[in-house]
């Protein structure tokens, strides 16, 4: 099971020219293995707001479209930064302390550890000084539960 980084996400948005069809289609496959923060939807939401800030509206218009389509197909898939994953934030916090790390980050990673999930995320940097299991799936993917 794994909770699924802003950047990996995104790696398939319609605005990346350089989209990983391979990787789309193993999201696509790996559905019912895969869970997202609340965080990466404010970080999505967060980019979706500056393209509409910038004036690129016709890329937020499609950007937008292409979130409420992932919103839906993860809808009961959202985890959410409550009180458990903002303590276990906590610990992480202090791991991160001596490097470069933002909050999203953090958050993300404290998300995974509650509900034991391995993180997808291409930031390798950020996630291994955290302490928690990560799998860069634009090296690799990772293997799926044989049902």
């Given at each position: 099971m794994f909770l699924v980084d802003t950047n990996i996400i995104s790696a398939i948005a319609p605005s990346k020219r350089d989209r990983s069809e391979r990787l789309a289609a193993w999201l696509d496959r790996a559905g019912p293995h895969l869970?997202?923060?609340?965080?990466?939807?404010?970080?999505?939401?967060?980019?979706?707001?500056?393209?509409?800030?910038?004036?690129?509206?016709?890329?937020?218009?499609?950007?937008?479209?292409?979130?409420?389509?992932?919103?839906?197909l993860y809808a009961d898939r959202f985890l959410v930064f409550d009180v458990t994953v903002a303590h276990v934030a906590g610990r992480i916090l202090d791991r991160a302390r001596a490097v470069d790390v933002g909050f999203e980050d953090i958050a993300i990673a404290a998300t995974a550890e509650t509900h034991g999930l391995t993180v997808l995320t291409a930031n390798e940097r950020h996630f291994e000084p955290l302490g928690v299991?990560?799998?860069?799936?634009?090296?690799?993917?990772?293997?799926?539960?044989v049902p």
């Open positions: 869970f997202l923060s609340a965080i990466t939807a404010a970080e999505i939401t967060g980019g979706i707001v500056k393209a509409e800030r910038e004036g690129a509206t016709t890329k937020a218009a499609t950007l937008r479209d292409w979130w409420q389509a992932i919103e839906h299991a990560f799998v860069n799936p634009l090296k690799a993917l990772p293997s799926l539960p």
